[in-house]
């Protein structure tokens, strides 16, 4: 049988892609089980001409090739889209520790976004209010009722102590629009104000007399709000700047990273301690790794500090700080008291019925503080104080709507949800889930009327109001608690709320009449 030109190549092939030499024969197209391929005519097996095919493909890149493979294990191996931005910032940091400093960078995001501003503000505002009642639900899920309640008194006192670190400065820092005080000097007044909060913390545990356990909650609890204090500062920064949006990340990232970090370390150790002071190390990490350097990167460079300028800001912001802290302090009196009297599983059950109230407080807030601004334009032209007047009945309508809506919710299924949510049972509880929705509406007229003083420039007058509200808080929740336990801490909150409430309405109006008075000291 003779060997034509073509089947010394067809062998050739085969040899050299590894399939054994096929069968020759002079009979071009003749053979069975041969088929014709139009490049091989009729010399191999359908199975020895895929095998041939395959090979070829393997060495020309063809979908099964080697460097295919390749390819494909290189793009599954490319990092996603938050691995990658966590590089670039971590790049984007040490260039910065390499390059000359974090203030000598150039901004890389924009400024003016209006949307990015208010979406990111309101995610942050509301991650930041979650906090607390996510971490007692976790609390009590993990370790019960009495552990949940230590943890919320430990918070309690920790608002307190942020309330005193940003000690009313932040309103004060984003109007600063030309900068007569340094970024500088607000940096320096800040931390001097965290350092005097956490150790007014810290003496505050040992007064109580409280044991290691509970000591150890609190530092972690305090470090946390502490460093929520000081990060207000740079984030005040950013709004200065005019990049709220990137506040608003940054408050959401740290208030998201404390609640995993907490949970996670809850759920892996069941001890509150270690939850509580894990929480507070990712607080200090936040700061340190992205709240600090983005403000520093993404806004121009101040002017050195000036102790006499964080000095003066504490002179200049210590009537806001004042009434602030106060109001505070009145809000939390029921609570303190409880931790004396009654077991801490009290003070979770407090909280827990409090949270609805809260969330009417933060929905007013989101309404009508974008809108100050507006109101204090409209309460700048006298021909428009008739509209000016019309808004705060529509927002305290507001308030009674929003109020009667939560506790119909509260009457039907929020007991039920608030028990499952818990793993408690809150139906003995419904008349004070109730009596606290309306100490919730009662808090946020509260709120709304001080903010409307505020936009008349009358801050001031309202400081006696409150050390009268003080010095009843101090008295009537010790006598209703002692007579009636959680009911009588719940009582005397909403008395106390509502009689503030009473005294700022009077005061209003006696300040309105002063204003007219003075504009028109002849028109009665």
């Known amino acids: 049988m003779s060997i034509s030109p073509l089947d010394s190549i067809r062998r050739a092939i085969a040899r050299r892609n590894g399939v054994a030499d096929p069968a020759v024969s002079g009979e071009a197209h003749g053979q069975g089980g041969r088929i014709e391929n139009g490049l091989f005519p009729a010399s191999h097996t359908a199975e020895e001409l895929a095998r041939i095919q395959e090979l070829s493909q393997r060495n020309a890149g063809g979908p099964g090739s080697s460097q295919a493979t390749r390819r494909r294990r290189e793009r599954d191996c490319q990092p996603g889209p938050i691995h990658r931005m966590v590089n670039a910032w971590w790049n984007r940091l040490l260039g910065a520790v390499y390059g000359g400093g974090f203030s000598t960078q150039e901004a890389e995001y924009e400024d003016h976004a209006t949307r990015r501003d208010y979406l990111w503000n309101t995610l942050g505002t509301a991650v930041w209010g979650m906090a607390f009642p996510l971490l007692t639900i976790v609390s009590t899920q993990l370790v019960g009722a009495e552990e949940a309640g230590k943890f919320s008194i430990a918070f309690v006192t920790g608002t307190l102590i942020m309330i005193a670190c940003n000690y009313g400065v932040r309103n004060f820092q984003v109007s600063d629009i030309d900068e007569k005080t340094s970024f500088g000097s607000y940096q320096l007044n800040r931390w001097l104000c965290g350092a005097l909060a956490l150790a007014c ?3 505050y545990s040992s007064a109580r007399g409280y044991d290691a356990q509970m000591a150890t909650i609190g530092l972690g609890v305090y470090l946390y709000k502490v460093i929520d204090g000081i990060a207000d500062v740079y984030e005040g920064r950013l709004q200065q700047a005019d990049k709220l949006y990137l506040a608003g990340m940054s408050q959401t990232l740290r208030s998201a990273g404390v609640i995993a970090v907490f949970s996670v370390a809850l759920f892996l150790t069941r001890s509150m301690p270690i939850a509580a002071m894990a929480m507070g190390i990712a607080a ?7 709240t600090a350097p983005l403000a520093l990167l993404e806004t121009e460079k101040s002017r050195r500090m000036s102790l006499r300028e964080a ?5 200049q912001c210590a009537p806001l700080f004042g009434a602030l802290f106060l109001f505070n302090l009145i809000e939390s009196m029921p609570k303190f008291v409880m931790e004396g009297a009654l077991a801490y599983k009290y003070q979770l059950y407090f909280n827990a019925l409090f949270f609805p109230a809260q969330a009417i407080l933060l929905s007013i807030g989101f309404i009508y503080k974008p809108q100050l601004l507006r109101l204090s334009s409209i309460w700048a032209n006298p021909r428009k104080r008739r509209r000016f007047d019309l808004i705060i009945v529509a927002v305290m309508a507001l308030i009674v709507v929003i109020t009667g809506a939560c506790a119909a919710f509260m009457a039907g299924p929020g ?11 809150f139906e003995r509880y419904r008349t004070l889930a109730l009596l606290m929705v309306v100490a ?77 008075r003075d504009r028109n000291p002849y028109g009665a």
């Open 415 to 425: 007991i039920p949800i608030m028990s499952f949510m818990y793993g408690l049972n």
């Open 440 to 516: 919730g509406g009662v808090t946020a007229a509260i709120d709304f009327i001080y903010a409307i003083i505020t936009v008349l420039r009358h801050a001031g007058d309202v400081t006696r109001i409150y050390l009268i509200c003080f010095a009843v808080s101090v008295v009537l929740p010790v006598i209703l608690i002692k007579l009636l336990g959680l009911m009588g801490a719940v009582v005397s909150y909403l008395a106390i709320m509502a009689l503030l409430l009473v005294l700022l309405i009077i005061e209003y109006a006696h300040i309105r009449q002063r204003i007219e």
């Open 201 to 203: 913390g810290l003496v």
């Open 284 to 290: 200090i990490a936040s700061l340190v790794l992205v």
């Open 311 to 315: 000095g003066h800001l504490f002179i």
